[in-house]
């Protein structure tokens, strides 16, 4: 069973501060990785993938991959309000017709 | 939204009854894919296609069919609704299969099965 863990929530952060949510998953053979942002009542909106072990950027955002210790993380740098949100985890597996399996999720909340 | 929409957003049925989700892409996608979401449980996959006429189930496929006769919709059946399939169901599609399916989500539909 391929499992991905997303750490216990909520998480409370004041504005402005950084935001860092983690992730972790079973199966070391995984290749790809996303943070989605899903607002109450919305559906999960794709805001950053990973590839390759390191950093990636784009603009407040920063995802984190480490297979070795098969682990990923997100930050989010200069947290508004309007980053408050469920953020979810989600690991590809291999193959043609590879799958996604996400975590549960995370709440972030921004305190003005 | 990925031009991907899904009707009906919105339905109530009752226990024993047929119900049909419909999921309509402008994208030209190979890859559709229908979830389920619940409090707990996150988003797990029902089934998934990977072309016409071309499906495989997910981890949660159990009282539920798909068909897709075009590349543009992917139906997803409850063949006899009960109270445990009220949930908010997703649908994504991915124009890639391979580790790089970045998948794009659909608005959603609340169903509820009294």
């Known amino acids: 069973q391929k499992e991905v863990e997303q750490n216990s929530g909520p998480l409370s952060v004041p504005e402005g501060a950084i935001a860092s949510l983690n992730c972790t998953y079973s199966d070391r053979g995984s290749q790809s990785f996303f943070w989605y942002r899903q607002y109450s009542g919305k559906s999960p909106e794709l805001i950053m993938f990973?590839?390759?072990?390191g950093d990636k950027e784009d603009g407040r955002f920063t995802a984190q991959l480490n297979k070795a210790s098969q682990y990923v993380s997100l930050l989010i740098r200069d947290s508004q309000p309007s980053d408050s949100a469920t953020y979810l985890c989600?690991?590809?597996?291999?193959?043609?017709?590879?799958?996604?399996?996400f975590g549960k999720g995370i709440t972030l909340s921004v305190r003005p | 939204d990925a031009g991907i929409t899904q009707s009906p957003r919105h339905k109530v049925t009752e226990t024993g009854t047929p119900v049909t989700l419909r999921c309509h892409q402008t994208e030209n996608h190979r890859y559709m894919y229908w979830y389920r979401q619940d409090p707990g449980h996150g988003l797990r996959l029902i089934h998934y296609s990977y072309g016409v006429k071309d499906t495989d189930k997910g981890e949660v496929s159990d009282g539920y069919s798909v068909s897709r006769s075009k590349t543009e919709d992917f139906l997803l059946t409850l063949e006899s609704a009960t109270s445990s399939q009220t949930s908010v169901y997703f649908c994504?599609?991915?124009?890639?299969?391979?580790?790089?399916?970045?998948?794009?989500f659909g608005p959603g539909t609340r169903l509820t099965v009294l």
């Open positions: 990973i590839y390759s072990n």
């Open positions: 989600a690991v590809s597996s291999t193959g043609a017709n590879s799958k996604l399996t």
């Open positions: 994504a599609i991915s124009k890639a299969g391979g580790s790089y399916n970045e998948q794009f």
